[in-house]
């Protein structure tokens, strides 16, 4: 089982930037894509960003030209940086991977715990 851990949430006022981490942890697994989920309060868990394995991205098309998804390979960590944020941006922002261990069948997923950022106005 791969956990995820995130970091960098926080309160900002809108205009600012804030940069998300999600470090992956475990043992004999090969992750895949990584992405980042945002869900506001009495709203549906959405698809803010993701990333494959070799670098493609793809956003949400409210955070296009905002928002920027990155990943370093060799640590395990996906990275989600926030610039002209707005109070819309508000959420709790979750990590996502799906990732394939050695001798399971199969792809496997795995959520983080979940980081508020809460943009003020």
């Known amino acids: 089982q791969v956990q995820l851990v995130e970091s960098g949430g926080g309160l900002v006022q809108a205009g600012g930037s804030l940069r998300l981490s999600c470090a992956a942890s475990g043992s004999n697994f090969n992750i895949r894509t990584m992405a980042w989920y945002r869900q506001a309060p009495g709203k549906q868990r959405v698809l803010v960003a993701h990333?494959?394995?070799?670098?493609?991205?793809n956003y949400a098309d409210s955070v296009k030209g905002r928002f920027t998804i990155s990943r370093d390979n060799a640590k395990n960590t996906v990275y989600l940086q926030m610039n002209s944020l707005k109070p819309e941006d508000t959420a709790v922002y979750y990590c996502n991977a799906d990732y394939v261990s050695s001798g399971v069948i199969g792809v496997r997923y795995s959520w983080g715990q979940g980081t508020q950022v809460t943009v003020s106005s």
């Open positions: 990333i494959t394995s070799g670098g493609s991205t």
